[in-house]
Each structure stands twice: as structure tokens, then as C-alpha cells.
């Protein structure tokens, strides 16, 4: 398993550093700020649907999950897909729930501490699915209205930014579903708009000018 440091970014809350790839889990602009408008902004919010079902490319630090059950007054069925899940001392480090409005340290730990593989209640609206898998290769179930493709730079993890890997997705999101990534690199653009999807550019997080959003027409 890669080094994994933990450092504090720009707005207050946590990321990780990984040296051997010198990548963040999140911007260091502001790891809570690009939660929020790349992933519930741009994502969610897009969404008019009642009961949401949410896919998400990497699980990490639990952020994305943990701001969708927070803030959301929606039912959501999350699943996340990681194939290196933090060990228990490693989440033991993290203090999202101090740092976050409305913070809530029991459910946090909920999230972290759901089994693999099934869906599990973590509230009365809220339900994750944590799978250990490889992005690359997963079965994906379907019905997903929402991606959070958050996934390491094409620079670092190129195997993951694909046509092939879009296309699974593409195949397994709802008509209407959206996408939604940090990335605004070009070979991303034509490998969305090569499996389907319509992009659109928008103003991105701290540090970022732009991001994308995609939608399964």
C-alpha cells in the first residue's frame, strides 16, 4: 500500500498526500469547497428526482458521501467504489465531522464503519453501498442518476479516465443522469462525448477555472 500523509487544505478540512504519486485526494484549495460545487452543485442539485441514486468513482476519505447525507433532504442510495479503503486508524485521523457545519461525529463513523459489498442504513434517508473494486473492472448494477467521478488525475491514473471506463458508466446511468468531474482535460472531453454524453463547462472550485458536467440525453 502507497504512503498515505494527511494535511490540511485551504478551507480547513482534511485531504491525504500520496508522495509516490504526488497527488491529493482532494484540491488543496479547498477540499470542502470542491465537494460542494463539483460533486452536490453541479451533481446533485442538478438531479429533480425524489429517491436518487448516487455512483461514486472513489470513495477516499468519506467526503463526498458524508456531504450528501448531511445536506441533502432527498432519499439517496450512494454507492461508492474503492479499491484502497483507509484503515481504521487511518480514519481514526480524520475530523471532517469537526470542520463541516452540522458535523456529526457518530455518523461519520457510521459511513466508515458500514460493511462492504450490501447496501446499509445509515439514516432514515441515507443509504450507502460501499464496494471494494477496481473502477476499470466493476459490473456496474445500474439505474444511477448521479455520478461523482472522482478519481486521480489522468496524469497520474490514466487507465481510469477512458472511453471504455465512460461507457460503462454511461450504460449504467438513467436517461437525464449526470456526471460530474473536476477534470477538464481534453482527452476526458472526447472520451465522454465519444460514449454519449453531453458536456458542459462550468465555472469550477478554488484553483480550478473550470470543470465538467455530462449528461446522459
Excluded at 1 to 16: E, L
Aim: net charge negative; hydrophobic share 35%.
Amino acid at each position: 500500500m502507497k504512503k498515505r500523509i494527511f494535511t490540511t487544505t485551504k478551507d480547513g478540512t482534511q485531504t491525504i498526500y500520496i508522495p509516490e504519486l504526488d497527488e491529493h485526494y482532494h484540491s488543496t484549495n479547498g477540499a470542502l469547497q470542491e465537494a460542494e460545487i463539483v460533486y452536490l452543485n453541479a451533481g446533485l442539485d442538478y438531479c429533480e428526482k425524489d429517491e436518487i441514486n448516487v455512483l461514486e468513482a472513489g470513495f477516499g476519505t468519506g467526503l463526498n458521501a458524508y456531504l450528501t447525507m448531511l445536506t441533502s433532504d432527498k432519499k439517496i442510495n450512494y454507492t461508492s467504489i474503492e479499491l484502497y479503503p483507509l484503515s481504521e486508524e487511518e480514519v481514526s485521523n480524520l475530523n471532517h465531522y469537526e470542520t463541516i457545519n452540522g458535523g456529526n461525529k457518530e455518523l461519520f463513523l457510521k459511513l466508515h464503519e458500514a460493511e462492504w459489498g450490501d447496501f446499509s442504513p445509515i439514516t432514515d434517508r441515507f443509504s450507502l453501498k460501499k464496494v471494494h473494486d477496481d473502477l476499470t473492472t466493476h459490473s456496474y448494477e445500474g439505474g444511477y442518476d448521479v455520478v461523482y467521478y472522482d478519481a486521480f488525475a489522468p496524469e497520474v491514473q490514466p487507465h481510469l479516465w477512458t472511453a471504455e471506463v465512460f461507457q460503462k458508466i454511461y450504460d449504467a446511468m438513467n436517461t437525464g443522469g449526470v456526471l460530474t468531474t473536476y477534470c477538464v482535460k481534453g482527452i476526458v472531453k472526447r472520451a465522454l462525448k465519444s460514449c454519449g454524453f453531453k458536456i458542459e463547462k462550468l465555472p469550477g472550485a478554488a484553483g480550478k477555472r473550470e470543470m465538467l458536467r455530462a449528461v446522459k440525453e
